[in-house]
Structures are given as C-alpha cells and as structure tokens.
C-alpha cells in the first residue's frame, strides 16, 4: 500500500491540505471548443506523492484535460496550479522553468526516428542545461538502466518493440528528476504481459522517486493496478474521485456502464433526429 493510503481512505479534503503536499489543484475549469462546452467545472487535486488515474469513455473530455494539465491549452475558465504556481497567469520564462519539474511520457513514446535511444533521452538536458556531454550520456544510461533498458542507448527507435520504445519514452520523461510525471495512455496497444510491465514500471518510478503521477487511461486492469484514486470523467464532468474500491463499488449507473462496458440505450426521437439532419443541429 502506497504511503498516502491512508490519507486517501480517510476522505479529507485535499484542498485544505497545506500547497507543499498538493502537487496539482484544479479549480471550477470550464472549456469550449467554439460553442461547444467540453469540460463543466472540473476541480480536482493531486496530492504529492500519489497516483491518480484519469479514465473515461471516448469524448469524456480526459485527452482535453491533460492538454490542459500540460498548458498546452487556455481555459475558458477556472485556474490550474502545478507545483502551487497558477499555470495560465505566470510568465512565459516562469512557466518553461516550471516545466522542467514536469515529465510527460507521450501515449505513442514520440521518439525521434533520426536520434538514437540515448540521444532521445539527452534532449532535454541539451534543452535545459550546460552540462557537459559525457555527464549527459552518463544520466541517461542511469535512466535506461531505471527503466531495464541498460546498454540500448546506441539503438535507434526503429530498432525497439513497442513496449521498449515506452520505456525509453519514460526514461527521458524523468531524466530531469521530475516532480510530476504525467502519462498519455501508458498502456496502449501493447500485449497483456507488457502492459503490466510498465503498469510495475510506473508504481516503482513513483515509489522509487517520490513524484506525483497523473495516469491518463481507458485500460481498467491498469488504472486498478495503479490508480491510489481514480477520477472518472464523463462527458466533460467528473463522477466520482476515489478510491479504486469505492469506485468499483459505486452506485452510479454511468461508472458502471464504464467498468462493465455496456452499451448507453438511449431513445430515438424520430422528430428530433429529422431536425438535426436538415438543420445541422447538434
């Protein structure tokens, strides 16, 4: 059980938890996409050292979330803070210093094809720092061999199977030692052995590390293997943010449909439908 278990368990507001043991907090985030409103009111909070799994159906809005995790995107509304520091009121110079202490592994590794594997892991030291050439290569062979990938750093991409290649995207997500380790779909596309190996890859980086970890996935074996809280979203809002019992025990029949995967009936209005075809209605 992870240290902060029993803190999940107890139900205390993690807002009212002192800034240092708050590693995200988001508050009342509203986004459109044209007039489209995408995410309602979303507040939520990470707390330092844990492990919260985003999930939901396709269209849920979690992609649009972490992209705004990421300050890849302007709310309409609402504050984000990362690491106390409200992300769309600081500077820019500010915000790049921030991100620094913020690791991302891609759901697709996004590797350059034309670097080697070391090469990949050393960009964001070339970025970010004046360190010398060998002490780069010698942190990130220190990364690969985190990440049980010692002696490939002379690879190329091209020469990694799929999992390898999502190994290699966590080693240069934590080159710089992040304090927050956000992940796209961890998980994705690999076969049941090698997903849980990156499921145990991420719960002892976080461990072994002591960040915080934002997962973003709709692989339920994973999010229960790793999740400490889970928070579900659901057409731009959030049903629940909880333990992964609490969450597999919910009464709610949306987070049910979700974790049993049933198909959502909904009645056709014949009337309704004519109206959204000849008017371009939504």
Known sequence: MSPISNQRASGSDPFSRPVEEVAVSVRDLVTHYGDRKILKDISLAVRAGEILVIMGGSGSGKTTLLNHLLGLLQPTSGSIRILGQDINAIAKRDLS????????????????????????????????????????????????????LAGFENLMPAELSGGMIKRAAFARAIIMDPKILFCDEPSAGLDPVVAAAIDELILRLRDAMGMSVVVVTHELESAFKIADRICVLDRGTILAIDTVENIRRSDNERIQDLLNRRIERTE?????????????GT
């Not at 670097?115 to 690969?144: F, Q, Y």
């Not at 056709?268 to 000849?278: C, I, K, N, S, V």
Request: proline letters at 3%.
């Open 97 to 148: 210093r921030l991100r620094q202490k913020i690791g991302v592994a891609f759901q697709g590794g996004a590797l350059f094809s034309s670097m080697t594997v070391g090469e990949n892991i050393m960009l964001p030291l070339r970025e970010h720092t004046d360190l010398a050439v060998s002490t780069m290569e010698i942190m990130a062979r220190l990364k690969l061999e985190v990440v049980d």
């Open 268 to 280: 056709l209005d014949p009337e309704e439908y004519l109206r959204r075809l000849t008017e371009g």
